[in-house]
């Protein structure tokens, strides 16, 4: 399967052909994490749980933010 960089707006960019889409069972606004792999680009699908977490985390963090600087002394 081959496609094409291509001008978009101010920056470049690939699209994906809509079969590859729904047999990966993408849509538009998913997340994907590019990597690089001995030269060759791999997009993955993103693990949004891990965000969720930090995200979690973060909350809490911000909730408790005196009570955790209290106890880091």
Request: negative net charge; aromatic residues 2%.
């Amino acid at each position: 399967m081959n496609t094409v960089v291509r001008k978009i707006g101010n920056s470049e960019g690939v699209i994906l052909p809509k079969d590859l889409l729904e047999r990966m069972n993408l849509k538009a606004g998913d997340s994907l994490v590019i990597s690089e792999n001995k030269g060759d680009i791999v997009l993955s699908r993103a693990d949004d749980s891990f965000e969720r977490q930090m995200d979690a985390a973060r909350d809490i963090m911000d909730r408790y933010k005196v009570a955790l600087q209290k106890l880091a002394e």
